[in-house]
């Protein structure tokens, strides 16, 4: 990913479904702060509680049309691990 973000964790929902092949799967939506604004996207990583931080990956992908922007979730990372690295 060319660029990183690391936004605070301000909501969470979970959604609980099933593939085509049967496997289970949940999917987690998250609402970050990002300049005082709420934002949401969308994830499989698990386990991210609110007050924790996201940290997002920005970059470009190439699809059949050409290049794309690409957005995701790299890691959740614990509010203590942030918190006590900046005091």
């Known amino acids: 990913m060319d660029n990183v973000l690391v936004l605070k964790i301000i ?11 049967g496997k289970q799967y949940t999917l987690t ?3 970050l702060d990002y300049q ?3 934002v949401k996207i969308k ?3 698990s386990g991210a509680k609110v007050g924790d931080y996201a940290q997002i990956g920005i970059g470009t992908r190439k699809n059949i049309y050409g290049a794309e ?3 995701l ?6 509010a203590g691990e942030i918190e006590n690295n900046w005091k």
Do not use: D, H
Request: net charge negative; with cysteine; proline share 3%.
């Open 36 to 38: 005082g604004s709420k």
């Open 73 to 78: 979730v790299e890691r959740i990372i614990p």
């Open 43 to 45: 994830c499989f990583e």
């Open 69 to 71: 922007f690409a957005v």
């Open 11 to 21: 909501g969470t929902s979970e959604y609980n479904g099933m593939s085509r092949n």
């Open 29 to 31: 939506t998250l609402e």
